[in-house]
């Protein structure tokens, strides 16, 4: 979840424009298998060569970056490949810059994937090494995947498996989740992400699968400790497309470990990265909504068998971040599924206020973000609109906070 990805928005605009097939072509399933391994000529000497090639002021600290994603990819069983890909679009190569600017995480942050990073004063998590980022970053992805992960390295991988954000996605799928699936999650609203990890990976291949390994020592290194998983050698093909190896047997499904904490951020920004199919939303993390609009009502707690969304869109921004004004529809009547509910709505402020409505069918919480200067304003607007008879029970400084209270307000979903 970082509110963007570091490489140029321009980008994205003009990936916005070309058909999704070609943009996400032959993306694999993040679940490593019989038919779905690392090509042969993907190594860390390989990799690093290949980051260096795009940021030749790379520090000398990520020489061995390459070694700890294939051996935390080994031995999760997933395509740490494509996830080396993910994490150069998400720093810009480990330059940690959007264009000349700085971009949401700090180098010293190990945050390879933006985990926590809001772009609204929230520079996510930080972790202890380089090591521990890196696996961070691929047990996230492994949850995307719809594997359960014992005891994350992440907290907002441990809050987005507790409350079940991802669970009524991942339930559509009849077949393995790829990485194209989870680009098109990852950044909602935006159809450049899923092309620029192909874009990554197809460079790599034409540039790199042919020469020799600089570092070839490192794929022994990473296999040190006999924690990784069998060999996933592959009988590349032109440039190392193929893939029939052995790998890891799949591994068994894990408990859910449960510790009862606050809510995830990931689905309320997801909500607001919707609005504008310009701006890119990196992991975790949405772009700003225009002042004007409000996102769709979104229940963060509902149980498995309701959907996320409550009610239809509301009005959208345009790619130039225009929204025409106009009356939204009401949501519709929420059946009863417990004591109460939690459901989100933005006026794109930074600001934000929690209101109740106690109904028959039980008590709704709904964080609703709105503008310094504007918060009674918006929020007797909201109430009028779309939560008849609600009062306003707080108000914070920012939506995490509210969420936090939210929740502690109403712990059952």
Request: include cysteine; charge should be neutral.
């Amino acid at each position: 979840m970082m509110s963007k990805p570091l490489y140029v928005s321009a980008v994205l605009a003009v990936l916005a424009t070309l058909p999704l097939p070609a943009l996400a072509a032959d993306l694999p399933a993040i679940k490593a298998g019989g038919r779905n391994a690392v090509p042969e000529c993907v190594t860390p000497g390989r990799l690093h060569a290949f980051l260096k090639s795009r940021n030749s002021s790379l520090d000398a600290r990520y020489e061995r970056i390459g070694a700890e994603y294939m051996r935390h990819g080994e031995e999760l069983g997933i395509r740490w490949d494509y996830a080396f890909y993910q994490m150069i679009v998400e720093t810009g190569a480990l330059s940690y810059k959007n264009g000349n600017k700085p971009g949401d995480v700090k180098p010293t942050q190990n945050n390879f994937a933006g985990l926590g990073a809001t772009g609204r004063g929230e520079r996510g998590e930080t972790f202890k090494d380089l090591s521990t980022g890196v696996r961070a970053h691929l047990q996230h992805l492994l949850m995307y995947s719809g594997e359960k992960v014992a005891d994350p390295v992440a907290e907002r991988t441990r809050k987005v498996q507790e409350w079940g954000v991802l669970t009524s996605w991942q339930a559509k799928f009849k077949k393995p989740i790829t990485y194209a699936d989870m680009a098109r999650q990852w950044a909602p609203g935006s159809r450049g992400y899923p092309g620029m990890l192909s874009d990554i990976a197809e460079q790599f291949h034409d540039d790199f699968c042919s020469k020799p390994d600089p570092r070839p020592e490192l794929v022994q290194e990473a296999r040190a400790g006999g924690k990784s998983a069998p060999s996933q050698v592959a009988d590349a093909g032109p440039k190392g497309r193929g893939a029939k190896a052995e790998v890891a047997p799949p591994r068994d499904e894990i408990a859910e470990k449960i510790s009862g904490a606050d809510i995830y951020r990931r689905k309320v920004e997801e909500e607001r990265a919707e609005a504008t199919s310009a701006t890119m939303a990196g992991l975790g993390a949405g772009s700003i909504v225009p002042k004007e609009v409000v996102q769709p009502t979104t229940i963060l707690n509902a149980p498995k068998s309701d959907p996320v969304e409550t009610t239809p869109p509301a009005q959208t921004a345009s790619a130039a971040g225009a929204a025409a004004k106009g009356a939204m529809t009401p949501p519709p009547a929420v059946s009863a599924v417990g004591k109460c509910q939690v459901f989100t709505a933005s006026y794109g402020g930074q600001k934000a206020v929690i209101i109740k409505v106690a109904a028959t069918e039980g008590t709704h919480y709904t964080v609703l973000d709105v503008n310094e200067g504007a918060e009674k304003r918006e929020t007797e607007a909201f109430i009028q609109a779309y939560a008849k008879g609600g009062q306003m029970v707080g108000e914070f400084t920012s939506a995490n906070q509210a969420l936090d209270k939210a929740f502690e307000l109403c712990p059952e979903g």
